[in-house]
Protein backbone atom coordinates (compact mmCIF):
# COMPACT_ATOMS: atom_id res chain seq x y z
CA UNK A 1 0.00 0.00 0.00
CA UNK A 2 1.30 3.40 -1.32
CA UNK A 3 0.99 6.70 0.63
CA UNK A 4 1.06 10.21 -0.55
CA UNK A 5 3.06 12.88 1.89
CA UNK A 6 1.09 15.09 3.23
CA UNK A 7 1.58 19.40 2.59
CA UNK A 8 2.45 19.10 6.33
CA UNK A 9 4.85 16.42 5.53
CA UNK A 10 6.77 18.67 3.04
CA UNK A 11 6.66 21.93 4.28
CA UNK A 12 9.28 22.02 7.03
CA UNK A 13 12.02 20.01 4.29
CA UNK A 14 11.20 22.40 1.72
CA UNK A 15 11.20 25.64 3.71
CA UNK A 16 14.45 24.05 5.10
CA UNK A 17 15.52 23.63 1.48
CA UNK A 18 14.92 27.08 0.19
CA UNK A 19 16.90 28.22 2.89
CA UNK A 20 20.01 26.46 2.17
CA UNK A 21 20.16 27.28 -1.00
CA UNK A 22 19.29 30.98 -0.51
CA UNK A 23 22.31 30.93 1.80
CA UNK A 24 24.71 28.93 -0.15
CA UNK A 25 24.22 31.75 -3.37
CA UNK A 26 24.95 34.54 -0.94
CA UNK A 27 27.87 33.09 0.69
CA UNK A 28 29.25 32.51 -2.82
CA UNK A 29 28.56 36.01 -3.77
CA UNK A 30 30.03 36.96 -0.55
CA UNK A 31 33.75 35.60 -1.58
CA UNK A 32 33.55 36.65 -5.19
CA UNK A 33 37.03 38.40 -4.70
CA UNK A 34 38.39 35.26 -3.67
CA UNK A 35 36.94 33.14 -6.17
CA UNK A 36 38.79 35.56 -9.01
CA UNK A 37 41.62 34.94 -7.95
CA UNK A 38 41.48 31.32 -8.67
CA UNK A 39 42.91 29.44 -11.41
CA UNK A 40 40.12 29.42 -14.23
CA UNK A 41 39.71 26.04 -14.59
CA UNK A 42 39.31 25.27 -10.66
CA UNK A 43 36.76 28.53 -10.32
CA UNK A 44 33.92 26.17 -10.97
CA UNK A 45 35.37 23.49 -7.85
CA UNK A 46 35.63 26.96 -5.54
CA UNK A 47 31.87 28.12 -6.28
CA UNK A 48 31.17 24.47 -5.03
CA UNK A 49 33.21 24.29 -2.36
CA UNK A 50 31.88 27.37 -1.06
CA UNK A 51 28.34 25.94 -1.55
CA UNK A 52 29.17 22.80 0.37
CA UNK A 53 30.70 25.00 3.74
CA UNK A 54 27.36 27.35 3.75
CA UNK A 55 25.63 24.09 3.95
CA UNK A 56 27.60 23.04 6.54
CA UNK A 57 27.67 25.63 8.91
CA UNK A 58 23.70 23.95 9.44
CA UNK A 59 22.75 21.06 11.53
CA UNK A 60 20.88 19.25 8.76
CA UNK A 61 19.87 16.02 10.63
CA UNK A 62 16.04 16.69 10.91
CA UNK A 63 16.27 17.85 7.17
CA UNK A 64 17.69 14.33 6.49
CA UNK A 65 15.40 12.22 8.66
CA UNK A 66 12.74 13.96 6.87
CA UNK A 67 13.85 13.79 3.45
CA UNK A 68 14.34 9.81 4.54
CA UNK A 69 10.85 9.04 5.71
CA UNK A 70 9.85 10.28 2.02
CA UNK A 71 12.13 8.32 0.22
CA UNK A 72 14.44 10.45 -0.87
CA UNK A 73 17.72 10.70 -1.74
CA UNK A 74 20.00 12.41 1.24
CA UNK A 75 22.25 14.65 1.35
CA UNK A 76 24.88 12.78 3.25
CA UNK A 77 27.06 12.52 -0.04
CA UNK A 78 26.81 15.85 -1.74
CA UNK A 79 30.15 16.95 -1.33
CA UNK A 80 31.25 16.68 -4.99
CA UNK A 81 28.30 18.49 -6.24
CA UNK A 82 26.59 20.42 -3.21
CA UNK A 83 24.24 22.70 -5.66
CA UNK A 84 23.22 19.54 -7.57
CA UNK A 85 22.57 17.75 -4.88
CA UNK A 86 20.28 20.63 -3.69
CA UNK A 87 18.35 20.91 -7.03
CA UNK A 88 17.29 17.87 -7.52
CA UNK A 89 15.88 16.93 -3.95
CA UNK A 90 14.16 20.14 -4.59
CA UNK A 91 12.47 19.26 -8.00
CA UNK A 92 11.07 15.91 -6.49
CA UNK A 93 9.37 17.97 -3.63
CA UNK A 94 8.28 20.67 -6.12
CA UNK A 95 6.24 17.71 -7.84
CA UNK A 96 5.27 16.27 -4.53
CA UNK A 97 4.09 19.23 -3.19
CA UNK A 98 2.38 21.22 -6.45
CA UNK A 99 4.07 24.29 -5.65
CA UNK A 100 6.38 26.58 -7.55
CA UNK A 101 9.89 26.53 -5.45
CA UNK A 102 11.45 29.40 -8.11
CA UNK A 103 14.18 28.78 -10.89
CA UNK A 104 16.68 26.25 -10.28
CA UNK A 105 20.03 28.53 -10.20
CA UNK A 106 22.65 26.80 -12.72
CA UNK A 107 24.88 24.58 -10.43
CA UNK A 108 28.79 24.93 -11.32
CA UNK A 109 29.01 21.19 -11.23
CA UNK A 110 26.50 18.10 -11.25
CA UNK A 111 26.36 14.86 -10.63
CA UNK A 112 28.69 13.37 -13.50
CA UNK A 113 30.96 16.63 -13.41
CA UNK A 114 31.73 17.32 -10.30
CA UNK A 115 33.78 13.95 -9.53
CA UNK A 116 35.25 14.12 -12.61
CA UNK A 117 36.53 17.35 -11.80
CA UNK A 118 38.14 15.60 -8.94
CA UNK A 119 39.89 12.59 -10.65
CA UNK A 120 40.85 15.20 -13.23
CA UNK A 121 42.85 17.45 -10.67
CA UNK A 122 44.25 14.00 -9.00
CA UNK A 123 45.66 13.00 -12.42
CA UNK A 124 47.55 16.64 -12.35
CA UNK A 125 48.68 15.67 -9.32
CA UNK A 126 49.59 11.99 -8.88
CA UNK A 127 49.66 11.17 -12.50
CA UNK A 128 47.50 8.76 -14.22
CA UNK A 129 45.66 6.11 -12.51
CA UNK A 130 47.35 2.66 -12.37
CA UNK A 131 45.32 0.01 -14.32
CA UNK A 132 43.62 -1.78 -11.23
CA UNK A 133 42.65 1.11 -8.85
CA UNK A 134 42.10 4.44 -8.12
CA UNK A 135 43.45 5.26 -5.17
CA UNK A 136 47.71 5.46 -5.46
CA UNK A 137 50.09 4.54 -3.45
CA UNK A 138 52.99 6.37 -2.33
CA UNK A 139 56.15 5.08 -0.55
CA UNK A 140 58.69 6.88 1.69
CA UNK A 141 62.47 6.47 0.36
CA UNK A 142 65.18 4.81 2.69
CA UNK A 143 68.40 6.31 2.45
CA UNK A 144 69.76 3.04 0.28
CA UNK A 145 67.22 3.95 -2.16
CA UNK A 146 69.89 6.75 -3.17
CA UNK A 147 72.66 3.49 -4.08
CA UNK A 148 70.31 0.30 -4.45
CA UNK A 149 68.55 0.60 -7.76
CA UNK A 150 66.99 -2.70 -7.41
CA UNK A 151 65.05 -1.56 -4.02
CA UNK A 152 63.32 1.04 -6.05
CA UNK A 153 62.74 -0.95 -9.11
CA UNK A 154 61.12 -3.82 -6.83
CA UNK A 155 59.10 -1.03 -5.12
CA UNK A 156 57.86 0.14 -8.85
CA UNK A 157 57.17 -3.21 -9.74
CA UNK A 158 55.12 -3.63 -6.77
CA UNK A 159 52.41 -0.91 -7.25
CA UNK A 160 54.47 2.22 -6.07
CA UNK A 161 52.74 5.55 -7.87
CA UNK A 162 54.59 8.29 -6.14
CA UNK A 163 58.36 8.64 -4.52
CA UNK A 164 58.04 10.22 -1.45
CA UNK A 165 61.62 11.98 -0.33
CA UNK A 166 61.98 13.21 2.86
CA UNK A 167 64.04 16.40 2.82
CA UNK A 168 64.69 16.12 6.63
CA UNK A 169 67.27 13.49 5.70
CA UNK A 170 69.86 12.80 3.15
CA UNK A 171 70.93 15.40 1.01
CA UNK A 172 70.82 16.60 -2.49
CA UNK A 173 72.64 14.32 -4.57
CA UNK A 174 71.46 11.64 -2.44
CA UNK A 175 67.69 12.85 -3.50
CA UNK A 176 69.07 12.74 -7.58
CA UNK A 177 70.47 9.51 -7.15
CA UNK A 178 67.25 8.32 -5.43
CA UNK A 179 65.47 9.31 -8.88
CA UNK A 180 67.88 8.29 -11.07
CA UNK A 181 66.84 4.90 -9.92
CA UNK A 182 63.60 5.39 -10.35
CA UNK A 183 63.85 7.02 -13.79
CA UNK A 184 66.05 3.81 -14.52
CA UNK A 185 63.49 1.70 -13.19
CA UNK A 186 60.60 2.85 -14.94
CA UNK A 187 62.09 2.52 -18.30
CA UNK A 188 63.33 -1.29 -17.33
CA UNK A 189 59.32 -2.12 -15.69
CA UNK A 190 57.59 -0.04 -18.00
CA UNK A 191 55.29 2.49 -15.73
CA UNK A 192 55.68 5.92 -14.67
CA UNK A 193 56.02 7.29 -11.57
CA UNK A 194 55.92 10.92 -9.71
CA UNK A 195 58.22 12.24 -7.27
CA UNK A 196 57.09 13.97 -4.19
CA UNK A 197 59.69 15.85 -2.40
CA UNK A 198 58.41 16.96 1.68
CA UNK A 199 60.29 19.89 3.14
CA UNK A 200 61.51 19.84 5.85
CA UNK A 201 59.72 22.61 7.51
CA UNK A 202 60.32 24.06 11.27
CA UNK A 203 61.73 21.42 13.64
CA UNK A 204 60.09 21.10 16.97
CA UNK A 205 62.19 18.64 18.91
CA UNK A 206 63.96 17.27 21.93
CA UNK A 207 67.70 18.64 21.99
CA UNK A 208 70.55 15.96 22.48
CA UNK A 209 71.22 14.51 26.06
CA UNK A 210 74.39 14.37 27.85
CA UNK A 211 76.15 10.71 27.68
CA UNK A 212 76.65 9.60 30.83
CA UNK A 213 80.10 8.27 30.24
CA UNK A 214 81.94 5.40 27.97
CA UNK A 215 80.76 2.00 29.37
CA UNK A 216 80.22 -1.30 27.74
CA UNK A 217 78.34 -4.28 29.55
CA UNK A 218 80.08 -7.50 28.33
CA UNK A 219 77.59 -10.52 29.22
CA UNK A 220 77.39 -14.58 28.29
CA UNK A 221 74.10 -15.55 26.73
CA UNK A 222 71.92 -17.23 29.64
CA UNK A 223 68.93 -19.80 29.44
CA UNK A 224 65.47 -19.25 31.24
CA UNK A 225 67.07 -20.72 34.45
CA UNK A 226 69.86 -18.41 34.01
CA UNK A 227 72.23 -20.65 33.46
CA UNK A 228 75.38 -20.01 30.74
CA UNK A 229 74.21 -21.25 27.62
CA UNK A 230 76.90 -19.62 25.67
CA UNK A 231 79.98 -17.00 26.70
CA UNK A 232 80.27 -14.01 26.20
CA UNK A 233 82.17 -13.35 22.58
CA UNK A 234 84.55 -10.36 22.29
CA UNK A 235 86.21 -9.06 19.55
CA UNK A 236 89.93 -7.82 20.30
CA UNK A 237 91.33 -5.73 17.43
CA UNK A 238 93.68 -2.36 17.50
CA UNK A 239 92.00 0.47 18.12
CA UNK A 240 93.63 2.71 15.77
CA UNK A 241 92.88 0.19 12.21
CA UNK A 242 90.08 -1.95 13.72
CA UNK A 243 89.02 -4.55 11.60
CA UNK A 244 85.77 -5.46 10.80
CA UNK A 245 84.07 -8.12 13.76
CA UNK A 246 82.89 -11.65 12.70
CA UNK A 247 78.72 -11.73 12.49
CA UNK A 248 78.78 -14.43 15.13
CA UNK A 249 80.86 -12.30 17.84
CA UNK A 250 78.79 -9.54 19.82
CA UNK A 251 81.18 -7.47 21.84
CA UNK A 252 83.89 -5.48 20.33
CA UNK A 253 87.27 -3.62 22.22
CA UNK A 254 89.49 -1.59 20.62
CA UNK A 255 93.25 -2.23 22.43
CA UNK A 256 96.10 -0.51 22.18
CA UNK A 257 98.10 -2.63 19.46
CA UNK A 258 101.77 -2.65 21.54
CA UNK A 259 99.36 -5.37 23.45
CA UNK A 260 97.56 -6.95 21.22
CA UNK A 261 100.81 -7.60 19.59
CA UNK A 262 102.06 -9.65 21.74
CA UNK A 263 99.14 -11.68 22.21
CA UNK A 264 98.18 -15.58 21.30
CA UNK A 265 95.64 -17.99 21.83
CA UNK A 266 95.34 -19.50 25.12
CA UNK A 267 96.40 -16.47 26.30
CA UNK A 268 94.20 -14.31 29.05
CA UNK A 269 93.57 -10.70 29.09
CA UNK A 270 93.02 -9.38 33.01
CA UNK A 271 91.28 -6.87 33.52
CA UNK A 272 89.61 -4.73 36.64
CA UNK A 273 85.87 -3.69 36.11
CA UNK A 274 83.99 -0.30 37.11
CA UNK A 275 82.66 -2.68 39.87
CA UNK A 276 85.92 -3.64 41.29
CA UNK A 277 85.47 -6.95 40.24
CA UNK A 278 88.47 -9.08 38.64
CA UNK A 279 87.80 -10.59 35.28
CA UNK A 280 89.93 -12.99 32.75
CA UNK A 281 89.20 -12.97 29.59
CA UNK A 282 90.32 -16.26 27.28
CA UNK A 283 91.63 -15.71 24.05
CA UNK A 284 90.70 -18.83 22.28
CA UNK A 285 90.79 -17.62 18.32
CA UNK A 286 93.84 -15.78 16.31
CA UNK A 287 91.84 -14.07 12.82
CA UNK A 288 94.34 -11.61 10.96
CA UNK A 289 95.93 -9.39 13.39
CA UNK A 290 92.85 -9.50 15.84
CA UNK A 291 91.55 -12.32 18.35
CA UNK A 292 88.37 -13.65 19.76
CA UNK A 293 88.20 -13.95 23.34
CA UNK A 294 85.72 -15.68 25.48
CA UNK A 295 84.38 -15.12 29.12
CA UNK A 296 81.48 -16.31 31.37
CA UNK A 297 81.01 -13.66 33.84
CA UNK A 298 79.39 -9.99 33.44
CA UNK A 299 81.56 -7.24 33.37
CA UNK A 300 81.14 -3.20 32.95
CA UNK A 301 83.91 -2.01 31.28
CA UNK A 302 84.53 1.51 30.54
CA UNK A 303 86.97 3.93 28.05
CA UNK A 304 91.06 3.57 29.23
CA UNK A 305 90.14 0.57 31.33
CA UNK A 306 93.62 -0.87 32.20
CA UNK A 307 94.22 -4.48 30.57
CA UNK A 308 97.19 -7.01 31.34
CA UNK A 309 98.17 -10.21 29.20
CA UNK A 310 98.93 -13.04 30.75
CA UNK A 311 100.40 -16.54 29.67
CA UNK A 312 101.41 -19.18 31.69
CA UNK A 313 100.63 -17.33 34.86
CA UNK A 314 103.42 -14.22 33.62
CA UNK A 315 102.53 -10.99 32.05
CA UNK A 316 103.05 -10.79 28.31
CA UNK A 317 102.31 -6.79 27.85
CA UNK A 318 100.18 -4.05 28.84
CA UNK A 319 97.77 -1.92 27.26
CA UNK A 320 94.26 0.39 27.41
CA UNK A 321 91.30 -0.31 26.55
CA UNK A 322 89.95 2.58 24.16
CA UNK A 323 87.14 3.38 21.93
CA UNK A 324 84.11 2.60 24.04
CA UNK A 325 81.47 4.30 22.70
CA UNK A 326 79.17 7.14 24.48
CA UNK A 327 75.99 5.91 26.81
CA UNK A 328 73.20 8.36 26.24
CA UNK A 329 70.42 7.77 28.78
CA UNK A 330 66.76 8.50 28.15
CA UNK A 331 65.53 10.62 30.65
CA UNK A 332 63.29 9.10 32.95
CA UNK A 333 59.58 10.90 33.71
CA UNK A 334 56.61 9.86 35.73
CA UNK A 335 53.57 12.21 36.66
CA UNK A 336 54.17 14.65 38.59
CA UNK A 337 57.86 14.83 37.54
CA UNK A 338 58.87 18.90 36.82
CA UNK A 339 59.89 18.58 33.31
CA UNK A 340 62.40 22.12 32.27
CA UNK A 341 62.78 22.98 28.40
CA UNK A 342 65.55 24.92 27.77
CA UNK A 343 65.98 27.44 25.25
CA UNK A 344 70.09 27.53 24.86
CA UNK A 345 71.18 24.27 22.99
CA UNK A 346 72.63 22.17 26.05
CA UNK A 347 72.84 18.50 26.70
CA UNK A 348 69.60 17.37 28.74
CA UNK A 349 69.89 15.50 31.59
CA UNK A 350 67.50 13.48 33.81
CA UNK A 351 66.95 14.80 37.35
CA UNK A 352 69.60 14.88 40.31
CA UNK A 353 68.85 13.38 43.47
CA UNK A 354 70.11 12.94 46.81
CA UNK A 355 71.17 10.06 48.86
CA UNK A 356 67.59 9.23 49.90
CA UNK A 357 65.83 9.52 46.26
CA UNK A 358 64.62 12.87 46.55
CA UNK A 359 64.78 15.09 43.61
CA UNK A 360 66.94 18.15 43.82
CA UNK A 361 67.47 19.32 40.13
CA UNK A 362 64.57 18.68 37.56
CA UNK A 363 65.13 16.85 34.34
CA UNK A 364 65.81 18.99 31.76
CA UNK A 365 65.87 19.22 27.81
CA UNK A 366 66.82 21.23 25.07
CA UNK A 367 63.82 22.02 22.75
CA UNK A 368 64.85 23.21 19.32
CA UNK A 369 61.96 25.98 18.59
CA UNK A 370 62.85 29.43 19.79
CA UNK A 371 58.95 30.29 18.60
CA UNK A 372 57.71 27.75 21.33
CA UNK A 373 59.72 30.43 24.29
CA UNK A 374 57.87 33.45 22.89
CA UNK A 375 54.40 31.94 22.50
CA UNK A 376 53.85 29.27 25.01
CA UNK A 377 51.97 30.03 28.20
CA UNK A 378 50.75 28.79 31.27
CA UNK A 379 48.27 26.33 31.27
CA UNK A 380 49.32 25.39 27.64
CA UNK A 381 49.47 21.61 26.99
CA UNK A 382 52.65 20.16 25.38
CA UNK A 383 52.95 16.31 24.31
CA UNK A 384 56.40 14.66 23.55
CA UNK A 385 57.42 11.56 21.20
CA UNK A 386 54.14 11.58 19.38
CA UNK A 387 51.55 11.49 22.36
CA UNK A 388 53.53 8.91 25.07
CA UNK A 389 54.50 12.03 27.26
CA UNK A 390 52.09 14.96 28.22
CA UNK A 391 52.31 17.39 30.82
CA UNK A 392 50.99 21.12 31.20
CA UNK A 393 53.35 24.84 31.23
CA UNK A 394 53.59 26.15 34.70
CA UNK A 395 55.62 28.47 33.70
CA UNK A 396 57.72 30.30 30.83
CA UNK A 397 60.64 33.13 31.34
CA UNK A 398 61.66 33.21 27.49
CA UNK A 399 64.45 31.26 28.07
CA UNK A 400 63.06 28.24 30.62
CA UNK A 401 59.41 26.48 30.25
CA UNK A 402 58.57 24.38 32.76
CA UNK A 403 56.35 21.72 32.44
CA UNK A 404 54.48 19.55 34.97
CA UNK A 405 54.39 15.76 33.31
CA UNK A 406 50.67 14.52 33.55
CA UNK A 407 50.39 11.48 31.51
CA UNK A 408 53.27 8.81 30.70
CA UNK A 409 52.66 5.09 30.39
CA UNK A 410 51.69 2.99 33.58
CA UNK A 411 55.52 2.36 34.37
CA UNK A 412 56.58 5.87 33.60
CA UNK A 413 57.88 6.84 30.51
CA UNK A 414 61.82 7.52 28.52
CA UNK A 415 61.92 10.87 26.68
CA UNK A 416 64.99 10.50 24.87
CA UNK A 417 66.82 13.01 21.69
CA UNK A 418 65.43 14.09 18.44
CA UNK A 419 61.95 13.52 19.54
CA UNK A 420 58.73 15.33 18.51
CA UNK A 421 57.01 18.36 20.84
CA UNK A 422 53.80 18.88 20.10
CA UNK A 423 51.95 22.71 21.63
CA UNK A 424 48.35 21.89 20.63
CA UNK A 425 47.29 24.82 22.62
CA UNK A 426 49.61 27.19 21.42
CA UNK A 427 48.95 29.23 18.04
CA UNK A 428 53.07 29.57 16.82
CA UNK A 429 53.63 32.31 14.81
CA UNK A 430 56.02 31.13 12.14
CA UNK A 431 56.41 30.15 8.70
CA UNK A 432 56.55 27.20 6.96
CA UNK A 433 59.29 27.82 5.11
CA UNK A 434 62.77 27.43 7.24
CA UNK A 435 65.83 28.91 5.94
CA UNK A 436 66.88 25.15 5.11
CA UNK A 437 63.64 24.74 3.05
CA UNK A 438 64.77 28.03 0.89
CA UNK A 439 68.63 26.43 0.35
CA UNK A 440 66.86 23.19 -0.75
CA UNK A 441 63.84 24.08 -2.97
CA UNK A 442 66.54 25.10 -6.22
CA UNK A 443 68.14 21.25 -5.90
CA UNK A 444 64.00 19.95 -5.17
CA UNK A 445 62.30 21.73 -8.17
CA UNK A 446 65.33 20.63 -10.89
CA UNK A 447 63.47 16.88 -9.97
CA UNK A 448 60.75 17.20 -8.46
CA UNK A 449 56.92 16.59 -9.69
CA UNK A 450 55.12 18.62 -6.57
CA UNK A 451 56.64 20.04 -3.27
CA UNK A 452 54.73 19.25 -0.22
CA UNK A 453 55.29 21.80 2.29
CA UNK A 454 55.65 20.78 6.13
CA UNK A 455 53.42 22.58 9.14
CA UNK A 456 51.31 24.82 7.44
CA UNK A 457 49.59 26.78 9.81
CA UNK A 458 47.50 29.08 7.57
CA UNK A 459 47.15 30.68 3.87
CA UNK A 460 50.14 32.90 4.23
CA UNK A 461 52.38 29.44 4.03
CA UNK A 462 50.58 28.73 0.99
CA UNK A 463 51.08 31.82 -0.86
CA UNK A 464 54.82 32.10 0.21
CA UNK A 465 55.48 28.88 -1.12
CA UNK A 466 53.79 29.82 -4.55
CA UNK A 467 55.99 32.97 -4.54
CA UNK A 468 58.79 30.74 -3.75
CA UNK A 469 58.18 28.49 -6.41
CA UNK A 470 57.61 31.28 -9.36
CA UNK A 471 60.76 33.15 -8.32
CA UNK A 472 62.16 29.30 -9.19
CA UNK A 473 60.06 28.91 -12.22
CA UNK A 474 58.99 26.23 -10.90
CA UNK A 475 55.22 26.90 -10.76
CA UNK A 476 53.97 24.11 -12.90
CA UNK A 477 55.24 22.29 -9.74
CA UNK A 478 52.45 20.62 -7.38
CA UNK A 479 52.34 21.50 -3.92
CA UNK A 480 51.02 19.17 -1.19
CA UNK A 481 50.03 20.99 2.23
CA UNK A 482 50.29 18.81 4.95
CA UNK A 483 48.02 19.37 7.68
CA UNK A 484 49.59 17.72 10.94
CA UNK A 485 48.98 20.50 13.25
CA UNK A 486 45.47 22.17 15.13
CA UNK A 487 46.07 25.18 13.75
CA UNK A 488 45.98 24.13 9.82
CA UNK A 489 42.66 22.12 10.58
CA UNK A 490 40.92 25.15 11.98
CA UNK A 491 41.71 27.21 8.60
CA UNK A 492 41.45 24.56 6.07
CA UNK A 493 38.98 26.40 4.65
CA UNK A 494 41.06 29.60 3.82
CA UNK A 495 43.94 27.35 3.14
CA UNK A 496 42.63 25.04 0.41
CA UNK A 497 40.77 28.50 -0.94
CA UNK A 498 44.67 29.98 -1.24
CA UNK A 499 45.89 26.60 -2.68
CA UNK A 500 43.42 27.18 -5.21
CA UNK A 501 45.02 30.11 -6.43
CA UNK A 502 47.54 28.19 -8.20
CA UNK A 503 47.08 24.15 -8.88
CA UNK A 504 47.86 21.28 -8.88
CA UNK A 505 47.34 20.75 -5.44
CA UNK A 506 46.61 18.28 -2.48
CA UNK A 507 46.34 18.05 0.72
CA UNK A 508 47.98 15.62 2.81
CA UNK A 509 46.75 14.18 6.57
CA UNK A 510 49.04 13.93 8.81
CA UNK A 511 47.67 11.85 11.21
CA UNK A 512 50.43 11.05 13.48
CA UNK A 513 51.09 15.09 14.95
CA UNK A 514 47.51 15.54 13.96
CA UNK A 515 46.48 12.67 16.39
CA UNK A 516 48.53 14.41 19.17
CA UNK A 517 47.32 17.94 18.22
CA UNK A 518 43.57 17.21 18.20
CA UNK A 519 43.26 14.18 20.53
CA UNK A 520 43.44 10.90 19.45
CA UNK A 521 39.59 10.45 20.17
CA UNK A 522 39.02 13.13 17.85
CA UNK A 523 41.74 11.73 14.88
CA UNK A 524 38.71 9.67 13.13
CA UNK A 525 36.48 13.06 13.44
CA UNK A 526 38.92 15.47 11.88
CA UNK A 527 40.21 13.07 8.94
CA UNK A 528 36.81 12.39 7.71
CA UNK A 529 35.74 16.44 8.03
CA UNK A 530 39.04 16.88 6.11
CA UNK A 531 38.20 14.30 3.31
CA UNK A 532 35.00 15.85 3.42
CA UNK A 533 36.24 19.46 2.83
CA UNK A 534 38.47 18.43 -0.05
CA UNK A 535 36.40 16.41 -2.06
CA UNK A 536 33.83 19.60 -1.84
CA UNK A 537 36.74 21.61 -3.54
CA UNK A 538 37.79 18.53 -5.59
CA UNK A 539 41.12 18.49 -4.12
CA UNK A 540 42.92 15.16 -4.10
CA UNK A 541 43.66 14.05 -0.42
CA UNK A 542 46.91 12.01 0.99
CA UNK A 543 45.49 9.63 3.31
CA UNK A 544 49.21 9.15 5.67
CA UNK A 545 51.07 8.15 8.78
CA UNK A 546 51.55 4.43 10.17
CA UNK A 547 49.26 2.60 7.62
CA UNK A 548 50.40 -1.22 7.64
CA UNK A 549 53.61 -0.34 9.65
CA UNK A 550 53.87 -2.96 11.81
CA UNK A 551 53.77 -5.13 8.38
CA UNK A 552 56.71 -2.23 7.04
CA UNK A 553 58.96 -2.59 10.25
CA UNK A 554 58.02 -6.67 11.28
CA UNK A 555 56.90 -8.43 8.33
CA UNK A 556 52.89 -9.04 10.19
CA UNK A 557 49.89 -6.41 9.90
CA UNK A 558 47.94 -5.99 13.04
CA UNK A 559 43.92 -6.44 12.27
CA UNK A 560 43.54 -3.20 13.28
CA UNK A 561 46.40 -2.19 9.92
CA UNK A 562 44.51 -3.95 7.93
CA UNK A 563 41.53 -2.33 8.40
CA UNK A 564 42.80 0.84 8.39
CA UNK A 565 44.45 0.37 5.05
CA UNK A 566 41.10 -0.52 3.40
CA UNK A 567 39.22 3.04 4.55
CA UNK A 568 42.26 4.13 2.87
CA UNK A 569 40.32 4.36 -0.26
CA UNK A 570 38.20 7.34 1.11
CA UNK A 571 41.60 9.17 -0.03
CA UNK A 572 42.93 9.56 -3.79
CA UNK A 573 46.60 8.03 -2.50
CA UNK A 574 47.76 6.50 0.89
CA UNK A 575 51.49 6.41 2.12
CA UNK A 576 53.56 3.99 3.61
CA UNK A 577 56.78 4.88 5.36
CA UNK A 578 60.22 3.36 5.30
CA UNK A 579 60.97 -0.28 6.37
CA UNK A 580 62.63 -3.38 6.19
CA UNK A 581 59.57 -4.94 4.62
CA UNK A 582 58.51 -2.36 2.98
CA UNK A 583 58.32 -4.05 -0.95
CA UNK A 584 56.25 -7.07 0.49
CA UNK A 585 53.81 -4.43 2.08
CA UNK A 586 53.50 -2.08 -0.77
CA UNK A 587 52.24 -5.60 -2.97
CA UNK A 588 49.57 -6.19 -0.15
CA UNK A 589 48.39 -2.57 0.07
CA UNK A 590 47.89 -3.00 -3.42
CA UNK A 591 45.63 -6.08 -2.95
CA UNK A 592 43.58 -4.24 -0.48
CA UNK A 593 43.18 -0.86 -2.31
CA UNK A 594 42.25 -3.05 -5.28
CA UNK A 595 39.49 -4.96 -4.14
CA UNK A 596 38.21 -2.62 -2.12
CA UNK A 597 38.01 -0.11 -5.46
CA UNK A 598 35.61 -2.41 -6.58
CA UNK A 599 33.14 -1.95 -3.74
CA UNK A 600 33.61 1.85 -2.79
CA UNK A 601 34.16 5.12 -4.39
CA UNK A 602 35.08 7.53 -1.76
CA UNK A 603 32.78 6.72 0.86
CA UNK A 604 29.64 5.26 -1.68
CA UNK A 605 29.14 1.77 -2.33
CA UNK A 606 29.00 0.74 -5.35
CA UNK A 607 26.81 -1.92 -4.94
CA UNK A 608 28.63 -4.70 -6.72
CA UNK A 609 27.69 -7.91 -7.20
CA UNK A 610 28.73 -10.14 -3.77
CA UNK A 611 29.52 -13.64 -4.31
CA UNK A 612 28.51 -14.13 -0.72
CA UNK A 613 25.24 -13.22 -1.33
CA UNK A 614 24.47 -16.34 -3.11
CA UNK A 615 22.57 -18.86 -0.87
CA UNK A 616 23.88 -22.53 -1.26
Known sequence: MTTTPTSRQLERPIAQLVALRKGALEFERAYNTEIEKVEPGHRDSTRNFLHYLSIRQ???RSLQQDLGALGLSSLGVLEPHALASLNSVMAILEQLSGKNLGPAPEPPVDFRSGPLLLRDHTRALLGPEPNDRFVRIMVTMPSEAAWDAQLVQDLLIAGMDVMRINCAHDGPDAWL????????????????CRVQADLAGPKLRTGAIRASGRVMRLAPERDVFGRIARPARIWLTTAAAA???????????????????RLAVGDCIRLTDTRGQHHELKVVEAVSQSFIAES??????????QVIGIRNGEPVGAGRIVGIPEVVNPISLLPGD???LTRHN????????DASGRIVAPAQIHCTLDAAFEQVAHGHRVWFDDGKIGGLVQENDGQRILVKITHTGPRGAKLRAEKGINFPDTALAMSALTDKDLEDLPAVVKFADMVALSFVRGPEDVKRLHDELY???????????????????????????????????????????????VGFDRLSEVQQEILWLCEAAHVPVIWATQILEGMAKKGAPSRAEVSDAAMSIQAECAMLNKGPNIVETVQFLNGIIGRMDEHYVKRRAT?????????K
Do not use: W
Not at 346 to 353: I, L, Q, S
Not at 481 to 508: C, D, T, W, Y
Open 58 to 60: HDI
Open 607 to 615: LRKLSVAQI
Open 471 to 517: RLGANRLGVVLKIENRQAFENLPRILLASLNSPPVGIMIARGDLAVE
Open 177 to 192: AMVENLRRAERIVGRN
Open 243 to 261: EPTPEDVRFTLGIECRLLA
Open 338 to 340: ILI
Open 346 to 353: EPGMGAER
Open 296 to 305: DRTAYLQDET
